[in-house]
């Protein structure tokens, strides 16, 4: 069971960094056809986010 858990946290981890160096490129970048394609892999990478959030939920309120 715990071992699914920290499976879901790892990978969350991984999405947060993900998403932090997307801002980062965001912020150096003055194209705004380039800016409009980080802020739509931006918006992706926080709707995934949200389905790990919404897993870990779930399964944290099945086993607990």
Known sequence: MAKK????????????EKL???F???KKEKDSKK?????????????EMNG???AISAYIKKHL
Do not use: A, G, P
């Not at 800016?35 to 709707?47: A, G, L, Y």
């Open 35 to 47: 800016r409009s394609d980080i802020f739509h892999r931006i918006e992706q990478t926080m709707n």
């Open 5 to 16: 858990l920290k499976e879901l946290k790892k990978e969350h981890s991984v999405f947060n």
């Open 52 to 54: 790990i959030r919404s």
């Open 24 to 26: 980062k490129d965001l």
């Open 20 to 22: 932090k160096s997307l």
